[in-house]
């Protein structure tokens, strides 16, 4: 019997209530720690209308197929369904993992998306944001001829300014707001390659949403055309629409992920890595300024790799070090050495046969994206696995 008519209610709801914080984190360490619902674009909605290997008709279709995704109204991201059509082929570029991924054009017109995360981000608290690219000049060119026709002069190119906007509400107007998170430099990568870009991000406010694109104009975005000067006083001067020069740049997306900086990367990404590619770039294996201590976030993931050579005792690996180019080029080699060397002792001290393991220092020698900013800096001070 309750004290009181609507106890017994009260109750009921404070129970509701105290099973959802106890569910929420163990939902959220279930998914590796990643923030990002639907990451990999594989969850559709029931009864969707798939445009298998096909482009996005609008806004609204590509919120009635997928879930968790939204875009906004005049923007057509593709949701790229890579399967073979009824020529028994696609023409569309692969995902980086399962069935999907999605396409936006970055410059010369602009296309976003937009999710709601897990969980909100924790103010004060260091996030990794990370996500694979591929840049598709075939499909840039392929879909803007499928709308010009196949005469009109399009000009492919990599783009700079990709952005992800955090906010605590859905965002409705894109037009006025400013990412937290932007590589400036265009993302270049081969045909069918998918790059790993990342960068961190320390919360301000509890944001419960967030948005990718480019969000600066044209003339404020970094491309790879080396003649934009020439094709601008082109335009200028042709009065006809039609007959002007068309640029774009579009990027397909896929794995994106949200997480503290302080979680461990699943063990699946460096196996899959190495399988794979042959390669691994380390995300939390970091140094102090002019040291190689092992700091105790990396240990996870090195313990991960440990795990992974053990499994498969036949591969031998190189560590590899590498620098930016802030510094003596003599004293970077010196550092990209001796942390490549501290790395190596860690797996040997974890049972690896000392044989299976080489380390070498690439200083800045090898730099993946220019040194020309802070965020390019970061992603080229790095420690990496290779399979030999």
């Given amino acids: 019997m309750y004290p009181f008519p609507d106890s017994k209610l009260l109750i009921e709801k404070n129970m509701k209530h105290i099973l959802l914080l106890i569910l929420l984190p163990l939902a959220v360490l279930s998914q590796n720690g990643n923030l990002v619902l639907n990451p990999g674009f594989e969850k559709l909605k029931p009864k969707a209308d798939l445009p298998i290997c096909m482009y996005g008709k609008n806004a609204e279709h590509f919120e009635s197929i997928l879930q968790n995704w939204m875009s906004f109204g005049g923007m057509t991201p593709d949701l790229i369904i890579w399967k073979p059509d009824a020529y028994g082929d696609c023409f569309l570029p692969k995902p980086h993992s399962g069935e999907n991924s999605v396409g936006i054009i970055t410059y010369g017109y602009r296309e976003m998306i937009q999710s709601q995360l897990r969980a909100p981000l924790v103010p004060g608290k260091k996030y990794i944001i990370e996500l694979y690219v591929n840049l598709s000049e075939e499909t840039a060119l392929h879909h803007y001829q499928s709308i010009y026709g196949e005469k009109r002069d399009i000009r492919p190119t990599a783009a700079g300014n990709l952005g992800f906007h955090f906010s605590y509400n859905k965002v409705w107007d894109w037009g006025q707001i400013q990412p937290q998170v932007v590589w400036a430099e265009p993302i270049v990568t081969k045909k069918d390659e998918w790059k790993l870009v990342s960068s961190t991000f320390i919360a301000d406010k509890a944001y419960m949403f967030f948005t990718i694109g480019n969000f600066d104009k044209d003339e404020n975005t970094q491309?790879?055309?080396?003649?934009?000067?020439?094709?601008?006083?082109?335009?200028?001067?042709?009065?006809?629409?039609?007959?002007?020069?068309?640029?774009?740049?579009?990027?397909?997306?896929?794995?994106?992920?949200?997480?503290?900086?302080?979680?461990?990367?699943?063990?699946?990404?460096?196996?899959?890595?190495?399988?794979?590619?042959?390669?691994?770039?380390?995300?939390?294996?970091?140094?102090?300024?002019?040291?190689?201590?092992?700091?105790?976030?990396?240990?996870?993931?090195?313990?991960?790799?440990?795990?992974?050579?053990?499994?498969?005792?036949?591969?031998?690996?190189?560590?590899?070090?590498?620098?930016?180019?802030?510094?003596?080029?003599?004293?970077?080699?010196?550092?990209?050495?001796?942390?490549?060397?501290?790395?190596?002792?860690?797996?040997?001290?974890?049972?690896?046969?000392?044989?299976r393991i080489t380390f070498k220092g690439y200083g800045e020698s090898q730099p993946i994206v220019p040194n020309t900013s802070a965020a390019g800096r970061l992603q080229n001070r790095r420690v990496e696995c290779k399979v030999l």
């Fill in 223 to 355: 491309t790879t055309l080396k003649d934009l000067a020439a094709i601008e006083a082109f335009n200028a001067q042709e009065p006809d629409f039609t007959k002007r020069i068309h640029t774009a740049a579009y990027y397909c997306i896929d794995d994106i992920r949200i997480v503290p900086a302080d979680a461990p990367p699943p063990a699946t990404d460096i196996s899959t890595a190495l399988k794979t590619k042959k390669t691994y770039t380390f995300r939390n294996v970091n140094f102090e300024t002019g040291k190689w201590d092992i700091l105790p976030p990396a240990l996870p993931e090195l313990d991960n790799l440990a795990a992974f050579l053990k499994e498969n005792p036949k591969l031998k690996a190189e560590i590899g070090g590498h620098t930016d180019d802030v510094g003596e080029e003599d004293d970077n080699q010196l550092l990209s050495q001796n942390r490549a060397e501290a790395v190596a002792n860690y797996l040997i001290s974890k049972g690896i046969v000392a044989g």
